[in-house]
């Protein structure tokens, strides 16, 4: 284990090796595998797993009952619901050996995954977009994307500070739309199919 300073439950289990940062917070019945890197300011809620090629950036909550498979990457401020889950083969099989194939999942930084959603392996999660409760996100996920179904399909924008922003699904190349954030009046700009904080 690091010499930082953490707080864990009696209950959990950090193996030998694991990087973990300070002021992460570990709750019960979690384990963190030994070569896991798990950074500052985190929270792992109770019976939480993660695996020894998982990379968890700072100040990321990881609610109740997920499991932080190999190759899932989260960067900081990312926030993983109650029960969501993560996989990391496409095709598993109990009688084929596919611990060869693992696919790589990137969520990155400010990204909201919603109380039991599923993201299926190999795809990349965008910056602050936000994934609804129960989705099922199976192809990459634009930044500030609001997604909701299955499967998972656009169905809006969403602010940092996580409001949802009076915006279309996408504007012509030529053309900048803006809306403003409700809670913190920052401005942002579509254009095309992208978005961007100003």
């Known amino acids: 284990m690091a010499d930082t300073v953490y707080t864990a439950h009696p209950t959990s289990i950090v193996d030998e090796g694991a990087t973990i940062g300070a002021e992460t917070r570990i ?9 896991a890197s798990v950074g ?4 792992l809620g109770q019976n939480v797993f993660v695996g020894n090629k998982v990379s968890i950036g700072n100040n990321v909550k990881i609610q109740n009952n997920v499991s932080v498979y190999d190759n899932v990457t989260l960067e900081d401020d990312v926030f993983c619901g109650p029960s969501m889950v993560f996989t990391n083969v496409y095709n598993p099989r109990s009688a084929v050996s596919r611990k060869d194939e693992y696919r790589n999942t990137l969520v990155k930084k400010g990204a909201t995954l919603g109380a039991n959603c599923t993201i299926v392996c190999g795809v990349t999660v965008g910056c602050y977009a936000f994934i609804g409760a129960g989705a099922v996100v199976n192809k990459d996920v634009p930044d500030y994307a609001l997604m909701a179904g299955v499967p998972a ?5 969403m602010s940092e500070f996580g409001e949802r922003l009076d915006l279309p699904l996408s504007a012509s190349e030529d053309e900048q739309i803006e809306a403003v954030c409700p809670a913190t009046n920052a401005r942002y700009v579509l254009q095309g199919s992208h978005i961007s904080k100003e």
């Open 27 to 35: 709750w019960h019945w979690v384990h963190i595998c030994s070569k």
């Open 40 to 43: 500052e300011r985190c929270s």
């Open 153 to 157: 399909k656009q169905i809006g924008w």
